[in-house]
């Protein structure tokens, strides 16, 4: 069965290690196996969730765009749009959002995070983020969606209201998405806390490692990553309690392809001063090439939204959806909808 693979990122600043590790390396390994359909999308429509400003959501729309572009995403296999230019989504996040209950929204974990203590102040559109992304994967009848661990219960979400839909409207019309979660990196922390996920809006910019980062800029953020007084871990066991570094051997397995056991048997017992600048090198060499690429990219935005032009051309005029036939006044409405 072919597989129809969607997924996205939002604008919301340059893309960093965890986007990386945890969605694009997979996206590109899903484009390149068999004959998957894959739609990859910038969700910019997410991004305005969040005080934003115009001309910075224009400049990382782009920036996006480049970095999938710059990591492997073949524009001639795979389709690459901006959320924004399909109406679609929009459309049908309402026909979802009349089934989404409140219950099941108030429990996101990402909602809770996101809106912070003041919940009473957090906008709707930030409340109601994951009916519009269950709307992104369902617009397009996506079988696997591609995430980081962090998104699995939105993903939940969207396979919860496939189903509701299909059996309030008594059609199989919905296919119940799988969550894709795949490799190594599927949690990277931030580099500044190991219980916390590394993020690309997180107030201070030594918490991640960027696709943008130079060489230098990437070896000082990892020279002053929390660590704690103990050597490198030689066996899992040793992970107990030190969430820094778990995180620090994982990236460096992630980025290697080394297993861990390679990675105790190389580092075990040595302090954190001799392990550092080896995972320094390790993701400078991996991430670099894709930097130098995206930097090239960004000389000519005006091609960048050429492309992004012609992926939400193609999704408006062949998603494979109830919104395009008009099919779904027929199930909302019925029959004797003439007006
Ligand atoms: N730290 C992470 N480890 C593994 N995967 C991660 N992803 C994000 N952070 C990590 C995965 O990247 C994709 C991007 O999702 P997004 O841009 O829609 O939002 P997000 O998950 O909220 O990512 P950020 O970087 O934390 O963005 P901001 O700061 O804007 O909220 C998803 O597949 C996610 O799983």
Known sequence: MTKRIFSGMQPTNQLQLGNYLGALKNWVSLQNEGDNECIFCVVDLHAITK?????????????????????????????????????????????????????????????????????????????????????????????????????????????DLAATFNTRYDIEHFIQPEPYIMGA????????????????????????INLTDDADTIAKKIKKAKTDAEPVPSSEGDFENRPEAKNLMTIYSALS??????????????????????????????????????NQLMEDPQEIDKILIKGGEKCNATRTTILTKKQWILWVFGKGKTC
């Open 185 to 208: 990196g599927t949690r990277v922390m931030s580099l500044r806390d190991g219980t916390q996920k590394m993020s690309k809006s997180a107030e201070s910019d030594m918490t991640r």
């Open 51 to 159: 005080t934003y400003d115009k001309e910075g959501l224009t400049q990382a729309t782009r920036e996006v765009a480049a970095a999938y572009i710059a990591a492997g995403i073949d524009t001639d296999k795979s389709t690459l749009f901006a959320q924004s230019s399909v109406p679609g989504h929009s459309q049908l996040m309402w026909l979802l959002a009349t089934m989404a209950q409140m219950g099941k929204l108030s429990r996101m974990t990402q909602f809770k995070d996101k809106a912070g203590k003041n919940t009473e102040k957090a906008g709707l559109g930030l409340y109601s983020y994951p009916v519009l992304m269950a709307a992104d994967i369902l617009l397009y009848n996506a079988t696997h969606v591609p995430v980081g661990e962090d998104q699995k219960q939105h993903l939940e979400l969207a396979r």
């Open 257 to 294: 392809g080394e297993d861990m056991n390679a990675l105790f048997s190389q580092f075990g017992g040595k302090t954190f001063g001799e392990f550092k600048p080896a995972l320094a090198d390790v993701a400078v060499s991996h991430l670099e090439p894709i930097t130098t690429r995206m």
